[in-house]
């Protein structure tokens, strides 16, 4: 009977507290104590995140090798073909810098941007990425997120004060006004597909696309620049009677191995 | 006292594995080891140590979720709380494999409850996204139910090399 009394208490004083740092915390009392939790576990967060990618790829790459030992004697055989491909990479990634330089990527100064750390992924939702920044350190719902040389990987979605979720460009619920790097016009809209790949649809029949081609941000939508790059066109589907066509594009980047992003931020006046 | 900041530490780690750890995982991120270590607990401690770990995940994992606060409490509490009567009331041999059941209900009811949180949010202008029912999701809650029960499975026999009242679970004979 004690027993059942005592065991009563604690949960109406666990109860209670919970309830009292739930009130704190939308009265914003709490915000600095939350800060410290929160950036104490940010590095400790990445470095899980690095080893279980790490953890990932070791075992993929023990399959790996064990298939390879069988496909030996066909590698040999692919390796001509494979210098002249290598050859033919080395003068797309000259061209590549070259273009990125003539692009600007972060045009004028209207734009700054912020590091971020990939803390984890919300439980919930696939296709999402943590990151250790929030709305105390400027960052906005809408707000692109890229990594490397200004490939863009998605945007922010939902903000805290110390947190905030990156939607990536994979999944199906993300969109984003695309063109071609040979156009100046909004060519289609980007959308995810599955968390695997982005297709561009409502491209009008007029617009020149063909695989290959690099696809980049339009810079019509508010806060993203023009010219972040977004993945190569890996396939065109257009019919003729269709008033639009639509593509698919391969990302530039692994989306499962990120540890360190950047946030494109405008430039305060 | 030091028993329940044991509490919160166990609490707090978990939710860091789940986000940190598991997230970065291919098919493993669909373990949801929050909710089985819930029903676990639930299961071979009671529903009063299974009520506070229920709360205390709960609230460390609204840290790293934009829902609104408290969502995941209430959550937990209730598939905790319908779990317990369950247990008591129906499947009262307590037997692994009812266990197993449990966790197949649990996990469907976080699930959809989970679903239904984001949609209500949503259409009230709480949060500026839902989760979209598609193959991917479908192949998401199919995974998750299979590695609950890996991981179930797996928690029962650890604890019955170190839980001798358990052994009860398993109607071996003494």
Known sequence: ??????????????????????????????????????????????????????????FINFQEAQNLKKENTLLKGQLDQLMYENSQLNSYKSENEKLRALLNYLPGNEFDYLVVKIIGKDINRANTLLINKGSADGIKVGYP???????????????????AEVLLLTDKLSQ???????????????NGEYGLSIKIDLIPQDVEIKEGDIIITSGKEENIPRGLVIGKVNRVISAANELFKSATINPLVDYEELLIASVILPKKL | MLKYIFF?????????IQISFFGALPILANLNILLVFLIFINIVFGFDTGFIFALLIGFFLNLYSFLPWGTFIV???AIIWLLDFLYKNVFINFSIYSNLIMVIIGTILYVFSILLA???????????????????????????????????SGLFYLAKLTIKRLNIVFLFKK
Not at chain 1, 38 to 46: G, V
Not at chain 1, 145 to 163: F, S
Not at chain 2, 125 to 130: P, Q, R, S
Request: net charge positive.
């Open chain 2, 8 to 16: 919160i530490l166990i609490s707090l780690i978990l939710v860091f």
């Open chain 1, 145 to 163: 997120v890229i990594v490397d040389n200004g490939v863009i990987i998605g945007k922010i979605i939902e903000v805290q004060d110390h947190l």
């Open chain 2, 118 to 152: 984001y949609f209500i949010f949503y259409l009230m202008g709480l949060i500026k996204i839902y989760i979209v029912i598609d193959k991917l999701f479908w192949q998401s809650f199919s995974y998750q139910i299979i590695l609950n029960l890996v991981l179930m």
């Open chain 2, 75 to 77: 959550i937990f509490l």
């Open chain 1, 176 to 190: 984003l006004a695309i063109s071609s790097l040979n156009s100046n016009k909004t060519s289609g809209l980007a």
């Open chain 1, 1 to 58: 009977m004690l027993e059942k009394k005592k065991n009563r208490l604690i949960k109406i004083y666990f109860v209670a507290v919970i309830i009292l740092l739930i009130f704190l915390h939308l009265f914003k009392i709490l915000t600095l104590p939350e800060k410290y939790l929160l950036s104490f576990f940010t590095d400790w967060q990445n470095k899980s995140i690095s080893f279980a990618t790490r953890l990932k790829y070791s």
